[in-house]
Nanobody, 114 residues
Framework: QVRLVESGGGFVQPGGSLRLSCAAS????????MAWYRQAPGNQRELVAR???????NYADSVKGRFTISTDGAKNTVYLQMNRLKSEDTAVYYC????????WGLGTQVTVSS
């Protein structure tokens, strides 16, 4: 059973940056489309960014130009660099495949507030 462990969240002021990491317990990066999702209170979980095996990347319109997804297959880790954060980016962030096939991790909380 693959475990996904997200980290790197925190409290940041608008305009700030955070780098999220997602460590997978198995070698899934090279064989799957990997993605970051987020869920804000009262909202459904939404796809933020995804990257496929050839490196093609898609972003939600709301984060284009601000967020960057990347992977390190050797470390079985997916990253999300988040710049110019806005209050509406506040959410719990999760990683999984796209579409999601593994059990969700606990996520990492990102709070953007002044």
């Amino acid at each position: 059973q693959v475990r996904l462990v997200e980290s790197g969240g925190g409290f940041v002021q608008p305009g700030g940056s955070l780098r999220l990491s997602c460590a997978a317990s198995g070698s899934i990066i090279s064989s799957n489309v990997m993605a970051w999702y987020r869920q804000a209170p009262g909202n459904q979980r939404e796809l933020v960014a995804r990257i496929n095996r050839s490196g093609a990347i898609n972003y939600a319109d709301s984060v284009k130009g601000r967020f960057t997804i990347s992977t390190d297959g050797a470390k079985n880790t997916v990253y999300l660099q988040m710049n110019r954060l806005k209050s509406e980016d506040t959410a719990v962030y999760y990683c999984n495949t796209a579409p999601p096939i593994f059990t969700w991790g606990l996520g990492t909380q990102v709070t953007v507030s002044s």
